[in-house]
């Protein structure tokens, strides 16, 4: 099932880890990294480890774990820890296409450590954390088969830049919009889920329910929340309407009945090959 909520979980408190699945999320990103303070780092993996072993836990939500960026030397700690545990994916942060590239070949590594399916654990990738990711962001096709999807964060961007993200009226500033395109465009390239980004501001519903549309309508099929009162909007803005459907379900039988035909006319508008496509891919995502 396509994910459209990707929830963020701090990996060392076991009361939120145990309540994650109850949230609505689609995904929860058990987090290792930045909501982690250093000294909690290893009670972070062991917390995490056990919640993905626990067999109460409810399977129906994907557990990833955000790792920590590769920079630091902390990412294979990270990872001997909770691969024995099987999460059902990995989010690297920082992330560019040569990290990528080395997560890939380490994770090979590792698999055949644990006896592991080789190949099959997917990764997503926080891919405009720093200014060297926004600048690769459109090089990820074909570095690895795991990779799933990419996402634009913004706060580790502001620090590099050492820029605010937003302006008075709560909206991202241009270079963080250049950024959040560049994203969703480099996914499109790599033929992966454009994600969108999280929002820090979680009182703020009413911009962020506004941030979901203009996301999705911009390309992205997905975002990341950092509290549950996010969730039910993601996962309502994300979700195609009946409307939809049933428009992309008519374009798809139109040219299954005239496949000839390179353009079609459909209560007064006009259909063509393209529509077709992104009919079919809104379909796949039901």
Known sequence: MPLRSLLFVPGDSESKLAGGASRGADALILDLEDSVAPARK?????????????????????????????????????????????????????????????????????????????????????????????????????????????????????????????????????????????????????????????SMNFRDLDGFARECQEGRRGGFVAKLAIHPAQVPLINSTFTPSPEEIEWARRIVAAFAEQPELGVIAIDGKVVDRPHIRMAERLLARL
């Open 42 to 198: 290893t009670v972070a993996r062991e917390f995490v480890a056990r919640h993905l072993q626990d067999s109460t836990r409810d399977r129906g939500v994907r557990c990833l774990v955000r790792i920590n960026a590769i920079s630091t030397g902390l990412a294979w700690d990270d990872l001997e820890a909770v691969l024995p545990a099987r999460p059902d994916g990995l989010m690297l942060p920082k992330g560019d296409p040569e990290l990528l590239a080395v997560l890939d070949s380490r994770l090979h590594e590792m698999e055949r450590q644990f006896g592991l399916e080789p190949g099959a654990l997917p990764v997503w990738v926080l891919a405009t954390e720093t200014a060297r990711g926004v600048f690769t962001v459109g090089q990820f096709a074909g570095v690895s088969a795991r990779l799933r999807g990419l996402a634009w964060g913004h706060e580790d961007l502001a620090t590099d830049l050492g820029a605010v993200n937003r302006e008075p009226d709560g909206r991202y500033s241009d270079p963080f919009r250049l950024a959040q395109w560049l994203c969703a465009l480099g996914a499109a390239a790599a033929g992966v889920d454009a994600i969108d980004g999280a």
